[in-house]
């Protein structure tokens, strides 16, 4: 049996001044309070209470447990009413990772609705590109950006992601303009140092994920320094498309093999428990939820795989 519900047993029976008083209010019946109290006089090697037929009282004993267990059974109570609010009410601090990307954009104006809206909650926000281990450095939520694979995880899928795989129009009409994926082999990329030690770009072909090896001709844990030397013509870059749409929208960026690229990647929000989360977990996940597909746009249709191939063997 727990400590603290022995303790408790005992301190209602010399408050009551009996058993079958104390056993009325906790709910117990009387034989289990009295073997309660037995339980925690042998742990304590010590007799805590005085019994008769008529009447209970306190030993010297007793009296001191009595005495120094009211600050600690009042701190337990205080601390289970702050819990019990913390599982009904969003409140406390909620340890956050994402990406440097979402450091840009609409993400940070969506934190400060949510702290807006639930004012007890303090956010602690951490960006890092890196993988983290959500449970060994105490992190609640990780948003991410990819494919899921990490089956330990519990996710909210936010929003579907499209990669936009791009150059300045002074570098394709240098190079040429890729056709089909195979095509990117000759080219110069930009690419991410966390994709591994063998850089490639993500395709899909046929409806499965398809991977090209490339030649490197820069690496970074972030797009936006990619993103920026291939302003400067040095090479394509493949970056989530809304990172890049300020660039694409001004000509400076010129997308290719659209058709080809990745649907199965999702900006998502990784957690490790489905029960016992906090009320503020459980509201920045439906925050989350709701506010980003609101503010997603639509996705254009993909063309056939006919018309695709169609397209992958035109003409320059």
Known sequence: ????????????????????????????????????????????GVRLLNRSTRSVSLTDAGHLLLERSTPFMEMVELTQSELQEHA?????????????????????????????????????????NRVIDLVGEG???????????????????????????????????????????????????????????????????????????????MDANDAAPLIGVALSGLGAVCVPAIMAQPEIERGALVPVLKDYMPTDLWLYAAYTQRRHNSAALR??????????AEAAPARPAKRSTRVARAASTAPA
């Not at 899928?157 to 040429?176: E, H, I, N, V």
Request: proline share 6%; hydrophobic share 40%.
């Open 1 to 44: 049996m727990d400590s603290l519900d022995l303790l408790k047993a005992f301190r209602e029976v010399a408050a009551r001044g009996s058993f079958s008083r104390a056993a009325t209010t906790l709910g117990m019946s009387k034989a289990n309070i009295s073997k309660y109290v037995a339980q925690l006089e042998e742990r304590l």
């Open 88 to 128: 009904g009410n969003p409140r406390g601090r909620l340890r956050i990772t994402a990406p440097h990307g979402l450091s840009q954009g609409k993400f940070p104006g969506l934190i400060g609705e949510f702290m807006a809206t639930y004012p007890d909650v303090h956010v602690s926000l951490h960006l890092s």
């Open 283 to 292: 509201a920045m996940l439906d925050f989350l939820e709701s506010r980003v």
């Open 139 to 217: 992190v609640d939520i990780a948003l991410r950006l990819g494919r899921i694979r990490d089956e330990n995880l519990i996710v909210r899928r936010l929003q579907r992601m499209d990669l936009a795989l791009c150059a300045t129009p002074g570098y394709w009409a240098k190079r040429g303009l890729p056709r089909k994926p195979d095509d990117m082999r000759r080219h110069d990329v930009l690419t991410y140092s966390l994709a591994g030690n063998t850089p490639s770009l993500p395709f899909e072909v046929d409806g499965k994920p398809y991977s090209v090896p490339v030649h490197s001709r």
